[in-house]
């Protein structure tokens, strides 16, 4: 991110510098209010979400939706020590319900447990399935379009369920192919 | 009749009144979780101002549409509409920065434009492939799961690509 920064801010201002010097510090100023604007934003969209999603976790359905996927967590990730089992789990159905906060140490836990046991294939699969998002619900996305005055906030869930099955499915899949034939 | 515009209500709904029998607090739990709204939304807040100055002084100073200009057969190619392609761009390197793109374009089409619906998809289907890998492993000694990243990577592509189609239809 820092080379980003560094050659996209210094070649854009070099320029500036030759077409519309005067306007260098009005863009900057104008990037920083619509920041904050964005930030105000967020604030209420985490604050009604974060809200439901605890209590969601205080009614048990972390550890609910946790147990109901020790199965299909086997069949993807094949041997794995019960612990990271568990970790993987809770994991998943972190990130399933869309709880950035809790999916993360989780996964970092699950991660350092398939380390040890130097299980790449099962670290792969991890990956493949957090950094595809297998997240149910897009609530930031839904909640940004009607804060933006959408008519209809929701009819994105549907195609965005598709498509992120989609990814996850191409993933998981490679990630299972790649590793067979590298046992071979 | 649209049944998503139920989705939301039925889901709070369910949530509440499950809530209530399993005797959870409601008003105590909702208050303990909105508590982290605020950090998290601030701690934002540094990573968005400087990706905001960032986008401000790359549109200001033309190169924004140089590069969209070399950008658009690819996109063209892939049936991806042009203003989606920073968003497909920036995901997999910063989550603050896909969110300024995206509210971009928001801004700019209205939220209920095809383009809008398309990075609405795009954004809410892909994830930070490189920061989720980097986090996650961050504590491991042992061999990296490289090709997962690249697969990630594809599967994300494709994914997006697939999203621009279904937003047509669907």
Redesign the interface.
């Given at each position: 991110?820092n080379g980003?920064?560094f050659f996209?801010?210094t070649?854009?201002?070099a320029?500036?510098l030759f077409?519309?010097p005067d306007?260098?510090l009005s863009?900057?100023l104008?990037?920083?209010e619509?920041?904050?604007e964005?930030?105000?934003?967020?604030?209420a969209?985490?604050?009604v979400w974060?809200?439901?999603?605890?209590?969601?976790?205080?009614?048990?359905i972390t550890e609910k939706l946790a147990r109901a996927l020790k199965k299909p967590v086997k069949f993807l990730f094949g041997n794995v020590s019960d612990k990271a089992e568990e970790y993987i789990a809770m994991n998943l159905s972190a990130n399933l319900l869309g709880m950035g906060?809790v999916a993360?140490p989780m996964?970092?836990a699950?991660?350092?447990e398939l380390?040890r046991d130097?299980n790449?294939h099962a670290?792969?699969?991890?990956?493949?399935l957090?950094?595809?998002?297998i997240?149910l619900?897009?609530t930031?996305?839904?909640s940004?379009?009607a804060e933006?005055?959408?008519?209809?906030?929701?009819?994105?869930?549907?195609?965005?369920l598709?498509?992120?099955s989609?990814?996850?499915a191409?993933?998981a899949l490679?990630?299972k192919l790649?590793s067979k034939r590298g046992k071979k | 009749m649209?049944f998503?515009?139920y989705?939301?209500p039925v889901?709070?709904l369910a949530?509440?009144v499950?809530?209530r029998f399993?005797r959870?607090?409601?008003y105590d739990?909702?208050?303990?979780?909105?508590k982290?709204?605020?950090p998290?939304?601030?701690s934002?807040?540094p990573y968005?101002?400087?990706?905001?100055?960032?986008?401000?002084?790359?549109?200001?100073?033309?190169?924004s549409a140089l590069l969209n200009k070399a950008l658009s057969p690819l996109w063209k190619f892939f049936g991806v509409p042009e203003s989606v392609g920073p968003l497909i761009l920036i995901k997999p390197?910063?989550g603050s920065g896909s969110?300024?793109v995206?509210?971009?374009v928001?801004?700019e089409y209205?939220?209920?434009s095809y383009v809008?619906?398309c990075a609405?998809?795009?954004?809410?289907?892909?994830?930070?492939?490189f920061y989720?890998?980097a986090?996650?492993?961050?504590?491991?000694?042992?061999?990296?799961?490289t090709?997962?990243?690249i697969?990630?990577l594809?599967?994300?592509f494709?994914?997006?690509v697939?999203?621009c189609l279904?937003?047509r239809i669907?």
């Open positions: 991110m980003i920064f996209l801010t070649v854009s201002v320029v500036m077409v519309r306007d260098v863009s900057m104008k990037g920083g619509k920041a904050l964005l930030t105000l934003t967020m604030t969209v985490y604050a974060m809200g439901a999603l605890k209590i969601a976790e205080n009614c048990g906060g993360t996964g970092m699950a991660a350092k380390d130097g790449v670290m792969g699969m991890l990956l493949a957090a950094a595809t998002s997240q619900l897009p930031s996305v839904i940004l379009r933006a005055g959408s008519a209809a906030p929701n009819d994105v869930i549907l195609p965005t598709i498509a992120t989609l990814s996850t191409i993933a490679s990630v790649v | 649209k998503s515009a989705a939301i889901l709070f949530l509440f499950y809530a399993k959870v607090k409601l739990s909702f208050t303990d979780g909105v982290g709204a605020i998290l939304a601030f934002l807040f968005l101002a400087a990706i905001f100055a960032m986008t401000e002084l790359f549109g200001a100073s033309g190169l390197f910063s969110l300024a995206l509210s971009d928001y801004a209205g939220p209920d809008s619906r609405s998809v795009i954004f809410g289907s892909s994830e930070t492939v989720v890998s986090v996650y492993f961050s504590s491991c000694g042992n061999k990296k799961p090709s997962a990243v697969i990630s594809a599967a994300s494709i994914a997006a697939f999203a279904i937003c669907l």
